[in-house]
T-cell receptor, first 110, second 113 residues
């Protein structure tokens, strides 16, 4: 039969705006979380990570927030640039096996 | 430091054939994991090797296998290829201890005709 592709949620922003990408994770036992960026034709690229004993972590132009009560993760990108256009995945792990979310496509218009 | 290297980048095979994909991890990384990425299923975990031993395994049939060598390089093999095996196969390496990010290669695009 015909395969159905993933219908990725899409976030469209203007260059210079702040972007917020959300992710709901499934396993309450997960204690480590990672955000990846995947550009067309490339593998996922590590952006930022956070451990379950933290609720916020900042990097260069990016911030990850973790809410364990509702099992929610978000990635904030400040001053979004066209080069930020990609698919963003959150991933959770209890030890070594990563479980990925479905991904969000970020489109940045100049 | 060189990143994760996967070869070949592209492969075309026919149904029933077998294929071997190769992955060279980041120097010093002892864990190598393999993932399958398709439009329909997203990123799915195949297996993880650490110090030449399979440490974790995903929910894939036995046609999918792998191994790791003493230099941490890894190969995965798919036998009796099916049309549904067409996918991007990604390899990721990490030091292998907990709470360390995995770093991915750019994958091998496998197409089955």
């Amino acid at each position: 039969g015909e395969s159905v592709g993933l219908h990725l949620p899409t976030l469209s922003v203007q260059e210079g705006d702040n972007s917020i990408i959300n992710c709901a994770y499934s396993n309450s036992a997960s204690d480590y979380f990672i955000w990846y960026k995947q550009e067309s034709g490339k593998g996922p690229q590590f952006i930022i990570d956070i451990r379950s004993n933290m609720d916020k972590r900042q990097g260069q132009r990016v911030t990850v927030l973790l809410n364990k009560t509702v099992k929610h993760l978000s990635l904030q990108i400040a001053a979004t640039q066209p080069g930020d256009s990609a698919v963003y995945f959150c991933a959770e792990t209890g030890y070594s096996t990563l479980t990925f979310g479905k991904g969000t496509m970020l489109l940045v218009s100049p | 430091k060189a990143g994760v290297t996967q070869t070949p980048r592209y492969l075309i095979k026919t149904r029933g054939q077998q294929v071997t994909l190769s992955c060279s991890p980041i120097s010093g990384h002892r864990s190598v994991s393999w993932y399958q990425q398709t439009p329909g299923q997203g990123l799915q975990f195949l297996f993880e090797y650490f110090s030449e031993t399979q440490r974790n395994k995903g929910n894939f049939p036995g046609r999918f296998s792998g191994r790791q060598f003493s230099n941490s390089r890894s190969e995965m093999n798919v036998s009796t290829l099916e049309l549904g095996d067409s996918a991007l196969y990604l390899c990721a390496s990490s030091p292998g201890t907990s709470n360390q990010p995995q770093h991915f290669g750019d994958g091998t695009r496998l197409s089955i005709l």
